[in-house]
């Protein structure tokens, strides 16, 4: 397991400031026009939990937006419900508030919609200190090259959508009993993609898309749960070249062809 956020005074982590291709700079206290509510203390006195990647303070809720929000939309963007995927555009609306609550339900807390001191807390046992989820990393991501870039977006932005495609797979890693899921490949420059004979419009250009080993859930089960984390466009077993893995990916539009799955 890699390193673990400890609990300390937010005070220790003023002023600092963590350089994230894609993401914004980790902050001990985010714009408080984002927040509906002070801090929670804790039961020592504490302030509250600080994070090595980014540490909320208050309360977010439906109607709230900011950065603060972004960030939340980031971790929660693989609980968007069957066949949709939510805008991770820093405003708290109906569809982040919902995938709040999915993510909420699904590690038995309180699924009110409303993010909190125990909804925050447990996305930071979920992260790592460069905000990538504890079971993937941009390394399984991008074996392309080091640098992101060459793609069909900036360096930056691709490396952004593969943070989101990776908070994806880790909600449907969790949904399939936490077993491990195999990451062939993400990322693909533009001549990457060529050399391994990708479509002229893939998404892999993007950073949206992954592509799946079988792992112990097989390729159909990979594809069948993907339609209820966020996926756009989802390919497996008798589409064309994808009977060796699963491709999942975001984006704009909507297609999914696993003919052999029922997909």
């Not at 074996?143 to 490396?159: F, H, L, M």
């Not at 593969?162 to 449907?172: G, N, R, S």
Request: hydrophobic content about 40%; aromatic content about 8%; proline content about 5%.
């Amino acid at each position: 397991m890699r390193s673990r956020p400890i609990g300390f005074l937010l005070a220790t982590l003023a002023g600092a400031t963590l350089a994230l291709g894609g993401i914004s700079p980790a902050s001990a206290s985010p714009d408080s026009a984002t927040a509906t509510t002070p801090p929670a203390a804790t039961a020592s006195g504490d302030i509250g939990t600080a994070d090595a990647c980014y540490t909320w303070s208050g309360t977010l809720q439906q109607g709230a937006s900011g950065e603060a929000v972004r960030q939340l939309q980031i971790r929660v963007s693989g609980y968007p419900g069957t066949g949709n995927q939510i805008a991770i555009d820093g405003a708290f609306g109906p569809a982040t508030k919902a995938a709040v609550q999915r993510f909420q339900a699904a590690y038995g807390l309180a699924a009110d919609g409303i993010a909190g001191p125990a909804t925050f807390n447990k996305i930071y046992q979920l992260q790592d200190n460069d905000c990538t989820p504890v079971n993937f990393t941009y390394a399984e991501l991008n074996r392309c090259n080091s640098d992101w870039s060459g793609g069909k977006v900036s360096a930056a932005t691709a490396r952004a959508n593969a943070l989101v495609t990776m908070w994806k797979l880790q909600a449907m890693r969790h949904a399939m009993g936490d077993r491990p899921i195999t990451v062939n490949g993400g990322f693909r420059s533009v001549s990457c993609n060529s050399a391994v004979g990708g479509a002229a419009n893939s998404r892999h250009m993007y950073g949206h898309a992954a592509d799946l080993g079988a792992g112990p859930q097989g390729f159909c089960a990979l594809a069948q749960a993907a339609r209820n984390h966020g996926f756009t466009e989802i390919l497996g077993p008798g589409y064309p070249g994808h009977n060796d893995h699963t491709h999942v990916a975001g984006g704009s539009g909507r297609f999914w062809s696993a003919p052999n799955c029922g997909i």
